[in-house]
């Protein structure tokens, strides 16, 4: 049997036939156009999951269902985006629209949800049985899976793990709460950070590493000048460290889960990221004696993640 | 069918034989004894159920099993107190030690979750499905009921909701980070900041409550002082809401569960409590819109949460 994993993007859709071992049969994308509302979009999507399936002579009856990865609030009980700010969509009856249109069963998820679960089955969680997704990008999003399934919370309103306040009265997050893990430990704060040291200190390797344009400044800017011994882009991911460190550590004592799995654009940094992290968590680890170690590490998937974890809501007895 | 429970407390040992509808049918309780060591206290506890148990004409074969609930860092997959720091036990093979003395099965959890599980079945939470539960008493203990089971971590020891960072760089908590939750919200800090408000402020009204005996000082005063107009206890309260109440929204943005409900001893304030809790949560809710609301309560079940939940973890498919 198969499954169709559905990625919703910033910029395109991607889609792709996969089996229940992880195996992607064949792709297909199409991208979004700023013109159409989202009922427009959905109703195009399943236009061209019909002839996707149609070419690639699959039988319907071998398709146990097309799972949805979606950015933005969804409610996965109703199969609704209520709205997502990236795509401009409000109350989208994606659910609805789709099985119309492809008479196909559907699920939709939160894109971070879809990501936790391709890494639980088939990445980097994969020995794993509860696992902590966190994306590191231009926000800092979350996945939980327990016992191997997706937990969703209230009508799919849980695990907004960027959006625990790790500090009182701190920086003001785009949720409207102050002191978010987001705010410290997004792809957005750390290029911020970056530039306000940048300006403090025109005396830093990083200016010639974006040849003196501060616009070219992106997560990778500090690790990479931090590397050549620059003191300031030292400072810059220790400060990092800490506060995605306190955050870690924090899903830590409450999950207590096998691994916790970092992906996104920061994620990227891989081991230049990972060494220090782990050592800043192993050496805080909770007072606990005898507590299992939490891995900590990167995810396996890449892009790959949204249409693999879409795709296993419909296995594994999601 | 029926389950026996136990709630191993601090100075003595309660138990009962509860029916699937959480009725109580008997009781007994046995009283700690400070020179046992925790295997003695043990075999001495199973030595009661069977006598209970005789003398109370039950047949072995109607009692799914004996439930226990106790303080400390509990490997609930081996059934072994690694360790409690109040009953001063290390390594005690609790469920192997009762299963051999009573014949009966044994499944052992912290007592926190042991609280929550009962509360989830039959008190404050029986209508959700999802609960939080959060003690504030001594420390901040957590329980996490996800689909109406006992979420526990790996090797029991995740749901340690109170040792969550909420003040990067904050108080130092008993757990060796810094900035905990329980450091700010258990009724502990609580008393410690009556007092440090009582000893800056002689014309506090607090003093009179407690008859100028600051070690009086309870979890009580400062909401008393505060119904009686006390500014000083207002600004007491009113720091312990903000700090419980961010806590309380990172635990509905990470689970967005259906209800929190706190148990120990601050929740005996009640409306006290809660109104300002609710209020202050309430105005801060998570940026989304349509975000279900979370019930916030107290526990409805007293003392009995902890024998009624221990008794729970072989009813519900546990």
């Given at each position: 049997m198969i499954s169709i994993g559905v990625d919703i993007g910033g910029t395109s859709i991607k889609g792709a036939s996969i089996n229940e071992q992880g195996q992607i049969m064949a792709r297909f994308s199409l991208p979004l156009i700023a013109q159409e509302t989202g009922d427009q979009t959905i109703a195009r999507l399943g236009r061209k999951i019909l002839s996707f399936i149609s070419e690639k002579k699959m039988q319907k009856k071998e398709i146990l269902g097309l799972g949805i990865g979606c950015p933005g609030a969804i409610n996965s009980e109703k199969g609704i985006v209520d709205y997502s700010n990236n795509l401009?969509?409000?109350?989208?009856?994606?659910q609805e629209i789709l099985e119309k249109v492809?008479?196909?069963?559907?699920?939709v998820t939160n894109d971070a949800n879809a990501a936790a679960l391709g890494e639980a089955c088939f990445g980097a969680?994969?020995?794993a049985s509860s696992i902590i997704l966190l994306t590191l990008g231009t926000g800092v999003g979350g996945g939980i899976i327990i016992n191997g399934q997706v937990y969703q919370g209230n009508q799919g309103?849980?695990?907004?793990?960027?959006?625990?306040?790790?500090?009182?009265d701190g920086r003001p997050c785009t949720c409207g709460r102050q002191g978010c893990l987001e705010a410290y430990a997004s792809a957005t704060a750390l290029i911020s950070d970056t530039k306000e040291a940048m300006k403090k200190h025109p005396d830093s390797l990083m200016w010639k590493l974006v040849n003196d344009d501060i616009t070219k400044v992106n997560g990778k800017t500090p690790f990479d000048a931090k590397i050549k011994g620059d003191i300031y882009a030292s400072e810059i991911i220790n400060h990092y460290i800490k506060y995605l460190g306190e955050g870690i550590l924090n899903f830590c004592n409450i999950f207590r889960p096998e691994a916790i799995i970092l992906s996104g654009g920061i994620a990227q940094q891989g081991k230049d990221l990972l060494n220090p992290l782990i050592d800043y968590c192993e050496k805080r680890n909770y007072g606990f004696k005898k507590t299992p170690k939490v891995k900590i590490t990167t995810a396996q998937l890449g892009y790959d993640a949204g249409v693999l974890?879409?795709?296993s809501l419909f296995f594994h007895n999601q």
């Open positions: 401009k969509w409000n109350d989208v009856p994606l492809t008479g196909l069963k559907v699920k969680g994969k020995e309103k849980g695990a907004e793990l960027g959006h625990t306040v790790i500090e009182i974890g879409a795709a």
